[in-house]
């Protein structure tokens, strides 16, 4: 099947909005999954300063609250509330 040149032309350069989750989705959605409050996730920003090898350190800000949270692999995540927001 050949497509018409003026169409592939028309396509070119078209952009698309792209649903993927971000870092502060999936650290959001783990903290849940453990029974933690976190409305409406913000930022998740990696702490390299505490963060080893398969073990990364996480600051999440969320609407109602800021966490510290540290995932390893096939562990729950050590969750620290360090600011509640009102």
């Known amino acids: ?25 999936d650290v959001a959605a783990q903290i ?3 029974g933690y409050r976190c409305d409406q996730p913000v930022t998740a920003n990696r702490d390299r300063r505490r963060s080893k090898p398969d073990s990364a ?16 692999p096939n562990l729950a995540a050590q969750v620290t509330k360090l600011k509640e927001k009102l």
Do not use: E
């Open 32 to 34: 849940r999954s453990q």
């Open 1 to 25: 099947m050949r497509v018409p040149l003026f169409l592939t032309s028309a396509l070119i350069g078209v952009s698309y909005t792209c649903n993927a989750q971000t870092p502060a989705d």
């Open 57 to 72: 350190v996480w600051i999440l800000n969320c609407r109602n609250a800021t966490f510290r949270v540290r995932l390893d």
